[in-house]
């Protein structure tokens, strides 16, 4: 399945950025990147069920590929795939809820967590980050997955 979006992996876990043309999402990828996120796929990405997990990897025409708008395409190391643990809806500051109640979506029979993002906020990159490490952390038995 090819999906419009960007995305990158922190660690072994990737975060699939949504939204349409020139809501941040090569922006606010480069952010994640510059502070040691790795590309996976910008603007176009493919998602794959590999047993119980969805794979996020770049249609292999633009595989390393990236726009920083004003500067250009530019050729970044990539990873080949990362395993999918949250998608980040890019949103409008006054779009994004204080307190939000767990989204999921999903894909292949898969449920995906969701987020709102504002992505040019300066806090973006760091929210995501925190996000990603949140969900890696246990959960204490009897708390629902937030």
Known sequence: MLVHATAVALGARAVLLRGPSG???SDLALRLIDAGARLVADDQTELLRRGDRILVRAPAAIAGLIEARGVGILRLEAID???LVLIADLVAP?????LPEPRREEFFGIAVPVVAMAPFEASAAAKLR???AKMARPRPR???AS
Do not use: F
């Open 23 to 25: 809501s941040g999402k």
């Open 142 to 144: 009897g708390t629902e």
């Open 94 to 98: 006054e779009r994004v809820e204080r």
């Open 130 to 132: 925190l996000a990603v």
């Open 81 to 83: 795939e990362a395993a």
